[in-house]
């Protein structure tokens, strides 16, 4: 079980917007940043959003993070085949001194 | 170009060592943190371990801790993982990442292809 919760599966169509959310805890996302990684299929993850709402370059701007209280959510908007994908959260967690993931969660472009 | 190439990993009995390397490339290898993560076959991410620029701050998963050991020579642009008695449960690809960030941070930024640890009698 994971110490960051994610739903395992969210889907939409192409062009719709989607979201996925990441609940945790006072010690986690409460009080230290949130990240987010995009794994495609046979893949190394890859940095999607950084400090909460924070876009790497050459990270399209369809995709935006925010953060509020213990939890935290990313959307996608305009959504495209080339999304599907698992999508995880992170964030340090000062009780545990460590890095800590949610489950992740599988996106499916329908 | 930023490269990580992880290598090292393999078959091994439980109770057994191995010892993982990343070879980076492409940056100043001594400017930044660097992470360990693991993922276990058709599961998710698990954070393993990281170390500070100059190795004198380390940090573990509780799972590994006493276990594992993550090291840095920062000479030979390098990051290491030993991994002492080994469980089933630690059978996983292991990335190694780049973190421009500083303590507590998971700006995991360049991540390698990964190598597998299969520990299996």
């Known amino acids: 079980q994971s110490v960051l919760t994610q739903p395992p599966s969210a889907s939409g169509t192409p062009g719709q917007r989607v979201t996925i959310s990441c609940s945790g805890s006072?010690?986690?996302?409460?009080?230290?940043?949130v990240y987010w990684y995009q794994q495609l299929p046979g893949t190394a993850p890859k940095l999607l959003i950084y400090?909460?709402?924070q876009r790497p370059s050459g990270v399209p701007d369809r995709f935006s993070g925010s953060k509020s209280g213990t939890s935290a959510s990313l959307a996608i908007s305009g959504l495209r085949s080339e999304d599907e994908a698992d999508y995880y959260c992170?964030?340090?967690?000062?009780?545990?001194?460590?890095?800590?993931f949610g489950g992740g969660t599988k996106l499916t472009v329908l | 170009e930023v490269q990580l190439v992880e290598s090292g990993g393999g078959l091994v009995q439980p109770g057994g060592s191995l010892r993982l390397s990343c070879a980076a490339s492409g940056f100043t290898f001594s400017s930044y943190w660097m992470s360990w993560v693991r993922q276990a076959p058709g599961k998710g991410l698990e954070w393993v371990a990281n170390?500070?620029?100059?190795?004198?701050?380390?940090y573990y998963v509780d799972s590994v801790k006493g276990r594992f050991t993550i090291s840095r020579d920062n000479a030979k642009n390098s990051l290491y993982l030993q991994m002492n008695s080994l469980r089933a449960e630690d059978t996983a690809v292991y990335y190694c990442?780049?973190?421009?960030?500083?303590?507590?941070?998971?700006?995991?930024?360049?991540w390698g292809q990964g190598t597998l640890v299969t520990v299996s009698s």
């Open positions: 170390i500070k620029q100059d190795g004198s701050e380390k």
């Open positions: 990442a780049r973190d421009p960030g500083g303590a507590g941070t998971l700006i995991l930024d360049y």
């Open positions: 400090r909460n709402n």
């Open positions: 006072s010690s986690n996302i409460g009080s230290n940043y």
């Open positions: 992170a964030a340090w967690d000062d009780s545990l001194s460590g890095g800590v």
